[in-house]
């Protein structure tokens, strides 16, 4: 873990795929600098196959849902600006 990450007091961290081994986690800084770390929800590939149709046939309207696109080559600054975002509404 980068050392400035762990100077950010109540800092949220998530994780988006599962590690393919345990990981080791400095809990007396974790404790001390209030960071959390919170797991995201892994759809089944049937219900990400769903989705999909249903938004391909334009059964669902995901249009509002989108603010901002970038191409793949760019995801660092995606993550980034959804951190900066969450920052700005503590």
Do not use: C
Not at 17 to 31: H, M, Q, R, Y
């Amino acid at each position: 873990m980068e050392k400035d990450l762990l100077q950010q007091q109540r800092y949220k961290n998530p994780i988006f795929a599962i590690p393919d081994k345990n990981i080791e986690i400095p809990t007396v800084d974790f404790w001390r600098n209030e960071i959390t770390i919170t797991s995201s929800y892994g759809a089944a590939p049937d219900y990400l196959e769903e989705s999909l149709e249903l938004i391909k046939n334009k059964k669902i309207n995901v249009s509002d849902l989108i603010l901002h696109k970038f191409p793949l080559t760019e995801i660092v600054k995606g993550f980034e600006m959804v951190t900066f975002v969450r920052l700005l509404r503590r």
